[in-house]
């Protein structure tokens, strides 16, 4: 099982960045898959999540940090999930990790995840 996340970058504040976080090895449709991100010298930090409630439904959980600008979906064809970051902020600057929750729970918590994307970098410039 693999994640591979990418879209990471360099952005002036106030910009956008899509990232990406392509699955293979299984299909993920039915477990939760969250976003985390730890900048240097801080704990790894929890920021999206989605999980499936339903045959064609979903549903999401943010970090107070990040709701209302950034949007985490999937697409189930293509074994993805997205994280759209808008009205990025310095403070956003870290390392973006994707990860799986089999379960599926829709967890803030690091240990609840299986399996972790190597992480890309987002940074963001005053």
């Known amino acids: 099982v693999q994640l591979q996340a990418s879209g990471g970058g360099l952005v002036q504040a106030g910009g956008s960045l899509r990232l990406s976080c392509a699955a293979s090895?299984?299909?993920?449709?039915?477990?939760?898959m969250g976003w985390f991100r730890q900048a240097p010298g801080k704990e790894r930090e929890f920021v999206a999540a989605?999980?499936?409630?339903?045959?064609?439904?979903?549903?999401?959980y943010y970090a107070d940090s990040v709701k209302g600008r950034f949007t985490i979906s999937t697409d189930n064809a293509k074994n993805t999930a997205y994280l759209q970051m808008n009205s990025l902020k310095p403070e956003d600057t870290a390392v973006y990790y994707c990860?799986?929750?089999?379960?599926?729970?829709?967890?803030?918590?690091?240990?609840?995840?299986?399996?972790w994307g190597q992480g890309t970098q987002v940074t963001v410039s005053s």
């Open positions: 990860a799986v929750d089999s379960s599926p729970s829709l967890s803030r918590r690091v240990t609840e995840y299986d399996y």
């Open positions: 090895g299984r299909t993920f449709s039915n477990c939760a």
């Open positions: 989605v999980a499936p409630v339903s045959w064609s439904g979903s549903m999401t």
